[in-house]
């Protein structure tokens, strides 16, 4: 089992009248085999921790730590936290023109591994997930990203999960413009890296839909930069019932 622990992480970045705080003190653990929600408001700084984790420049730590089976995540640079184990899946996937899907998922993967994978074995494993992930095979011959649809980027992030196998997926609202059909694919996609016992899952959102599909084992409410409140999946439901009006109101009155 493989640890992924976040520890009184205060987080900042400059904004033209000065440094401003985003997160204000976030613990969380996660373990391979679970998954763990976060939801919360807009600006809440659900996006600023899936950043931090993965080493985005913009964001700077101030205090607290991030620690993967106790190394120190925030040493690494971001190619060491991929080869560690750490993925995220982007909000909003950026197009590479110029780099086809095929030559992109190789080379990652053999970044990552250390080792370019048997040719053999690998065009069979992106064949076959392409196929579960309902990704047309043309698609391998593309540029990443370049002229696809919000689901189509999407079902490629996921692809990625599936072949790169990391210790801790980071999903950060990877429902959002989904139609229910692509929500149903990604979230099976989610699931099979998940069923393997060997991943543990941060995923990100604003709503319940996605967590019909992928259940978490652990909800966490984000407000102010804080963890408001965590439970079981019960806690999921009653936010989409009452909504975030009491914590906010709690954050403003503290």
Known sequence: MSTLEIKDLHVSIETESGPKEILK???LTINTGETHAIMG????GKSTLASTIAGHPRYEVTSGSITLDGEDVLEMSVDERARAGLFLAMQYPVEIPGVTMTNFLRTAKTAIDGEAPSLR???KDVKAAMEDLKIDPAFAARNVNEGF???EKKRVEILQLELFKPKFAV????D???DVDALRVVSDGVNRAQDTGTMGTLLITHYTRILQYIKPQFVHVFVDGRVAESG???????LEAEGYERYEAAAAGA
């Open 25 to 27: 003190g976030v613990t």
């Open 41 to 44: 408001p807009n600006g809440s």
């Open 121 to 123: 074995h690998w065009t």
């Open 149 to 151: 649809s919000g689901g």
């Open 171 to 174: 999903l950060d609202e990877t």
């Open 176 to 178: 959002s413009g989904l």
């Open 232 to 238: 079981g999946a019960e806690l999921a439901d009653r």
